[in-house]
């Protein structure tokens, strides 16, 4: 089964912040694998083939995060 790959630069001052973001993505059906990196402030994902970049998106966004920039396997998508 083919796989998408996420990459998401999002803003996150402290560890709650992260472990918010780490709440919703792994609650997402279709998750495979996931790091949240305070540090670089981003979040890479790997998910099945049927999860749209969209809905992880929208998850994102509902912890409040601010998210920077976004790829979807390895092209630069918007984040509006």
Do not use: P, W
């Not at 001052?13 to 992260?18: D, K, L, R």
């Not at 402030?41 to 790997?46: D, G, L, S, Y």
Request: charged letters at 30%.
């Amino acid at each position: 089964m083919a796989e998408h790959q996420y990459k998401f630069n999002i803003t996150m001052t402290c560890g709650g912040c992260s472990g918010a973001v780490e709440r919703v993505i792994k609650k997402l059906d279709g998750v495979k694998s996931y790091d949240v990196s305070l540090e670089d402030q981003t979040a890479n994902i790997v998910t099945d083939d049927s999860v749209e970049y969209a809905t992880v998106l929208e998850k994102i966004k509902k912890t409040g995060k601010k998210v920077n920039s976004a790829e979807v396997d390895g092209q630069a998508v918007a984040v509006q």
